[in-house]
């Protein structure tokens, strides 16, 4: 695990130039994102923030929050479900929904940058292929609906059953 929290945002990378996305290692991601407070986890496939390309599995669970968001308008966004489930909504301005889509494995979207968006865990232990440009900055990677709750606030639970 990545640093000394026992829940991390993210694992380590895999340290091989050659990944395979195996059952063991999508299994790793699940067992993990079981565990997380947040119930999900980022296991990267790229080996530094500062790659060019950011490849990684995402493995959620059901009652996952991921707050709305936006990437700038040059930060395209590409995912396709693995394994699982997953409701993917796209916001207006307002932070009306605009667009929700169910997906199911080999299904995905892409979405170009600047277009608000969440997405949630339909079924235990989805696993998403998440693909992006990179460098990784945490400062400037996305930014947050002000219309939406944050993480971990009282008012998530009201805002997500709202959203179905």
């Known amino acids: 695990?990545?640093?000394n929290n026992p829940f991390p945002m993210a694992l380590?990378?895999?340290?091989d130039l050659l990944v395979k996305m195996d059952d063991a290692l999508i299994g790793q991601a699940i067992e993990q994102s079981r565990q997380s407070p947040r119930k999900?986890?980022?296991l990267p496939l790229h080996k530094a923030?500062?790659?060019l390309l950011q490849r990684m599995l995402n493995a959620?669970?059901?009652g996952s929050y991921i707050r709305p968001h936006r990437h700038s308008a040059e930060r395209a966004e590409s995912i396709v479900v693995l394994r699982g489930r997953l409701r993917y909504l796209t916001f207006s301005e307002e932070g009306a929904v605009f667009q929700s889509l169910e997906l199911r494995p080999g299904e995905g979207v892409d979405t170009e940058g600047g277009i608000w968006h969440s997405?949630?865990?339909?079924e235990p232990d989805t696993v998403l292929f998440e693909?992006?440009?990179?460098?990784?900055?945490?400062?400037?990677?996305?930014e947050f609906a002000a219309w939406a709750p944050e993480e971990f606030s009282p008012k998530v639970?009201?805002?997500m059953t709202s959203l179905v």
């Open 157 to 159: 639970e009201e805002y």
């Open 1 to 3: 695990m990545a640093g």
């Open 40 to 42: 999900r986890i980022i």
């Open 60 to 62: 959620i669970q059901p």
């Open 119 to 122: 997405f949630q865990a339909l």
């Open 12 to 15: 380590d990378a895999p340290a």
């Open 131 to 142: 693909v992006k440009p990179g460098p990784y900055l945490a400062e400037n990677d996305k």
């Open 49 to 51: 923030p500062s790659a």
